[in-house]
């Protein structure tokens, strides 16, 4: 009877003792999913402040400051000058003294002058070129104002600081009030954004000829890299037999993901301009960089997708009498392929917010112009961001946020693929 009550106690305190380790095990697993999700909480915040920093200091870039001219196309002004080479800065100067006649001395007349953009006579330029019946007319046209007029009009400038605290004068803000009074000057959907290049000027500067380099330089490194990259990854898990060397060649390959990218830049330097002297500051050389750089996570990716295809559709093809290349070829790379789809756009993802290797080659030089092939000197949205950044104008900042901006949305539509192909295509065995 004593055993039988010893061994009822015994086993009381050791149900106790269990139940107090269950209880301090469930008290550690609710702490580490509250620390779990408060670190998914602080990195969300984080990344949210982030792209609130980003919107607030970019989304008036979308809106330009521009100034009405009533502008007179003096004949006079074509006297022994063809359309292309008229004096057009000169017309712009003198709307502007009309508007503004009381201006006299010249100190103030530069002042004057200083509102609008240096791009309002190129503007005026290309109207005239496509109307010349214009000459002799007067003609009201909207112009770009100078960047530090945008930044005023936009709020982005006190208008009651100290003068030796701005860059506008007084005089040149109390000309701005009055064209504001006579609706003369206001803002605009900013085409120039989108439809320009790069310029010395902020409110004439646009990324289309760095988009235009970034879609030349990601359509090569496609053409380049998929097919190689998905044949290597192919001929590794398939075909290659299982020795030193392929170990070796394995061992590179995943190495080679983890090199900084500011390397391949600097093989791209070595080899293809210096060596087999290709074109500086093009796409085709950007191309084979990223091709380079790229090449390591799309064959690591590719081999994971081929390993993930089942070994029984491998011996179901082999049982019927499928060669081996047969069995690769219509069997396990279709089911592979969604893979190595979402593994290459990812890979292209990061090639397109690449800036270290292209900066190397070359590609960080101020481009004016919109490239119209793969050889011309073209710029990239990473590196046109990069010399944004670096610019001491104000209105250069704006579009620096506006540029990533833009390049954000690229890398969510580019993800955001790689997700559907995946949900899409993705076979379940």
Aim: aromatic content about 8%; proline content about 5%.
């Amino acid at each position: 009877m004593r055993s039988s009550t010893g061994a009822g106690a015994a086993a009381t305190a050791g149900r106790r003792f269990v139940e107090k380790g269950l209880a301090r095990r469930y008290r550690a697993e609710k702490r580490f999913r509250r620390l779990g999700l408060a670190a998914i909480v602080v990195s969300l915040s984080f990344l949210a402040l982030l792209f609130a920093s980003i919107v607030s200091s970019g989304y008036s870039t979308f809106e330009q400051t521009v100034i009405r001219l009533t502008v007179f196309i003096d004949p006079h002004a074509f006297d022994n000058e063809s359309l292309e080479s008229a004096d057009y800065a000169g017309l712009v100067k003198a709307a502007m003294r009309r508007r503004f006649p009381g201006v006299k001395k010249r100190k103030q007349k530069r002042q004057l002058y200083k509102l609008v953009s240096p791009g309002a006579a190129w503007q005026l330029r290309a109207k005239v070129l496509r109307h010349s019946e214009l000459i002799g007319k007067t003609i009201t046209v909207w112009v770009p104002a100078d960047d530090d007029v945008d930044m005023l009009a936009k709020g982005k400038v006190d208008r009651h600081l100290p003068e030796s605290s701005r860059r506008l004068k007084d005089i040149q803000i109390r000309w701005i009030e009055r064209l504001e009074k006579k609706g003369e000057i206001e803002k605009r959907f900013n085409r120039a954004f989108f439809t320009a290049a790069d310029s010395r000027e902020p409110e004439l500067a646009g990324i289309l000829g760095a988009a235009v380099g970034s879609a030349f330089t990601l359509i090569l490194t496609l053409l380049l890299s998929f097919p190689i990259g998905t044949a290597t990854a192919v001929y590794l898990e398939e075909f290659a037999p299982k020795n030193r060397w392929t170990d070796i060649i394995e061992v590179n390959i995943n190495n080679l993901a983890a090199v900084p990218s500011i390397v391949f830049g600097l093989l791209g330097l070595g080899i293809f301009i210096n060596f087999f002297g290709l074109p500086r500051s093009s796409s085709l050389v950007g191309a084979l960089v990223l091709t380079l750089m790229t090449l390591p996570t799309i064959i690591i990716a590719a081999r994971a997708a081929l390993k993930s295809v089942p070994p029984s559709i491998r011996e179901a093809a082999l049982g019927v009498g499928a060669s081996k290349m047969q069995t690769v070829v219509h069997h396990v790379f279709p089911l592979a392929l969604p893979g190595m789809l979402t593994g290459t756009i990812i890979g292209m993802g990061r090639a397109l917010g690449e800036t270290a290797p292209l900066l190397m080659i070359g590609m960080v030089a101020f481009i004016a112009d919109i490239p119209r092939n793969f050889i011309d000197p073209a710029s990239a949205l990473p590196v046109q961001i990069y010399l944004w950044a670096d610019s001491p104008e104000r209105a250069f900042m704006e579009r620096t946020s506006a540029a990533i901006m833009v390049l954000l949305i690229f890398l969510i539509l580019m993800n955001a693929t790689a997700v559907y192909l995946r949900k899409r295509f993705e076979k379940r065995w």
